[in-house]
């Protein structure tokens, strides 16, 4: 149980578009899911945190408006990278947490986002 | 603020080797501590988490981690190590307080098995 399944694993895209990513737990509820950036490396630094039906809530320092975060469903979060620069390309992971008590303290992860921007 | 610290971003050991990998913390409140695995292309794996209660715990594939309040400590061992244990092992941290469960991870150390 709690899988989390990350989509796609892998973009390269050109400078200037835009690239969708896909978070879905897939065998239960995720109230509040989150988003990592990964350097080569380097430790996972959150971008920010999204709660169903809600706004995200961003880090200091993240461009809330060049990372578009979407989180409609209990099952769905997608983070859009919008008019991506080769300073972006990294890696992404997303993570889900249950709602409850206990719950909440565990993040369950998907496996990342590869992105490379041309 | 809270932070994580893991000292020594590479370590090697021979199988059937102690493993130790090693993590310190600072928090202004009791923290919740957590260790994660990587495996190569995987996302992160929860492999045990300390909250209240115990202070050695036990997690998966033979794993255990031992909080140390007076030390700041949750270092991770494992007895006897196996050539699939090869892997990312990043620490976090978590307030116990609070309404969100952000996490704050170490750097990461990579653990190399060898034969």
């Keep these: ?118 | 603020a809270q932070s994580v610290t893991q000292l020594g971003s590479h370590v090697s050991v021979s199988e059937g080797a102690l493993v130790l990998l090693r993590c310190n913390y600072s928090s202004s409140v009791p923290p919740y501590l957590f260790w994660y695995v990587q495996y190569p292309n995987q996302g992160l794996q929860l492999l045990l988490k300390y909250t209240t209660g115990a202070t050695l715990v036990k997690g998966i594939n033979g794993f255990e981690a031992e909080f140390k309040k007076s030390e700041t400590s949750f270092h991770l061992t494992k007895p006897s190590a196996h050539m699939s244990d090869a892997a990312e092992y990043f620490c976090a941290v978590k307030n116990s307080g609070g309404s969100n469960n952000k996490l704050t991870f170490g750097k990461g150390t990579v653990l190399t098995v060898n034969p």
């Design chain 1, 1 to 118: 149980g709690a899988v989390v399944s990350q989509h796609p694993s892998w973009v390269i895209c050109k400078s200037g578009t835009s690239v969708k990513i896909e978070c879905r737990s897939l065998d239960f509820q995720a109230t509040t899911m989150f988003w990592y950036r990964q350097f080569p490396k380097q430790s996972l630094m959150l971008m920010a945190t999204s709660n169903e039906g809600s706004k995200a809530t961003y880090e200091q320092g993240v461009e809330k408006d060049k990372f578009l975060i979407n989180h409609a469903s209990l099952t769905l979060s997608t983070l859009t990278v919008t008019s991506a620069h080769p300073e972006d390309s990294s890696f992404y992971i997303c993570s889900a947490s249950q709602f409850g008590m206990e719950a909440k303290n565990i993040q369950y992860f998907g496996a990342g986002t590869r992105l490379s921007v041309l």
